[in-house]
């Protein structure tokens, strides 16, 4: 028989969510809409100098047009491998658009990719795209946690 993996849930504090946070960028966004009920996103993101979860988005999107509403967001901060670790943020979200947005969106492509190769061409395509940004600051996050059976089961 196969050893069963124990679920497991450590709490951290920021800086520790943050340093969690810094080496995932594939993510779920949850927003409400006008009627209460709950919007998902999976979305690619990641962690500026602040400590927010940044998202690169459009102004039109259902997920911009909620949050401009209600600013608050929970985001799901997936692993890599399904069955990795994982935390939810929550928090109150800024939208910003361009040219607002530019100088936030060349930190988030740093974030996720590292150095473009050309950052005055980049900065453009995100003018000519009318790209918005999405920063949302933690204000309450859950345990790093992983699935599996309950202790008990051990």
């Known amino acids: 028989m196969m050893a069963r993996t124990i679920a497991t849930n450590d709490r951290v504090d920021l800086a520790g969510l ?5 080496q995932r960028h594939r993510m779920l966004l949850i927003t409400r809409r006008a009627d ?4 998902a996103s999976p979305v690619t ?3 500026d100098d602040a400590g927010r979860v940044v998202i690169s988005t459009y102004p039109e999107r ?3 047009r909620n949050l401009r509403e209600r600013p608050e ?3 799901v901060i997936l692993s890599d491998e ?10 109150r979200c800024e939208v910003l658009d361009v040219p607002e947005a530019v100088d936030g969106l060349v930190d988030y492509f740093r974030t996720i990719a590292g150095e473009h190769p050309d950052w005055d061409e980049y900065r453009q395509a995100m003018f000519d795209q009318g790209k ?3 920063r949302v600051t933690p204000v309450r996050w859950g345990p790093i946690a992983t699935g599996g059976f309950p202790a008990r089961l051990a």
């Open 73 to 75: 967001a929970s985001v």
């Open 36 to 39: 209460g009920s709950v919007q």
């Open 132 to 134: 918005s940004l999405l």
């Open 18 to 22: 943050v340093e969690f946070a810094r």
């Open 82 to 91: 399904w069955n990795g670790p994982w935390v939810q943020i929550d928090g």
């Open 62 to 64: 259902a997920k911009t």
């Open 45 to 47: 993101g990641g962690v």
